[in-house]
């Protein structure tokens, strides 16, 4: 019911920018949460940052200070600011959603970002 589509990756230099967008669409109303979670080559994917209707956000250690999750007012697109990108950021990026009634989970496609001199 949910569909998310994910935009931004790109090659950048360490300690460069980039800002990843993910719009959502459908049964928007049922979204929970929204969030990022990225998986680099050879690793099990994992959280990068989470924020919720209420406002509230999460991120996990390696970016915290660095990036910065946010969305628009109709709760229907997320961003993900990435700043002083380094090598280890180097990821496919995967916007989600958290949906209720029933609870389940939509997956976008997934991004690529690559930092990288």
Same mark, same amino acid.
């Not at 019911?1 to 994910?6: A, D, R």
């Not at 790109?10 to 109303?29: D, E, K, Y």
């Not at 959280?47 to 970016?63: E, F, H, K």
């Given at each position: 019911?949910?569909?998310?589509?994910?935009s931004g990756g @790109?090659?950048?230099?360490? *300690? #460069? +920018?980039?800002?990843?967008?993910?719009?959502?669409? $459908?049964?928007?109303?049922s979204i929970f949460s929204?969030?990022?979670?990225?998986?680099?080559?050879?690793?099990?994917?994992?959280?990068? @940052?989470?924020?919720?209707? *209420? #406002? +509230?956000?999460?991120?996990?250690?390696?970016?915290? $200070?660095?990036?910065?999750?946010?969305?628009?007012?109709?709760?229907?697109?997320?961003?993900?600011?990435?700043?002083?990108?380094?090598?280890?950021?180097?990821?496919?990026?995967?916007?989600?959603?958290?949906?209720?009634?029933?609870?389940?989970?939509?997956?976008?496609?997934?991004?690529?970002?690559?930092?990288?001199?």
């Open positions: 019911q949910v569909q998310l589509v994910e @790109a090659l950048v230099q360490p *300690g #460069g +920018s980039l800002r990843l967008s993910c719009a959502a669409s $459908g049964s928007i109303f929204m969030g990022w979670d990225r998986q680099a080559p050879g690793k099990e994917r994992e959280l990068v @940052a989470r924020i919720t209707n *209420g #406002g +509230s956000t999460n991120y996990a250690d390696s970016v915290k $200070g660095r990036f910065t999750i946010s969305r628009d007012n109709a709760k229907s697109t997320v961003y993900l600011q990435m700043n002083s990108l380094k090598p280890e950021d180097t990821a496919v990026y995967y916007c989600n959603a958290l949906l209720i009634s029933p609870r389940r989970t939509a997956w976008g496609q997934g991004t690529q970002v690559t930092v990288s001199s």
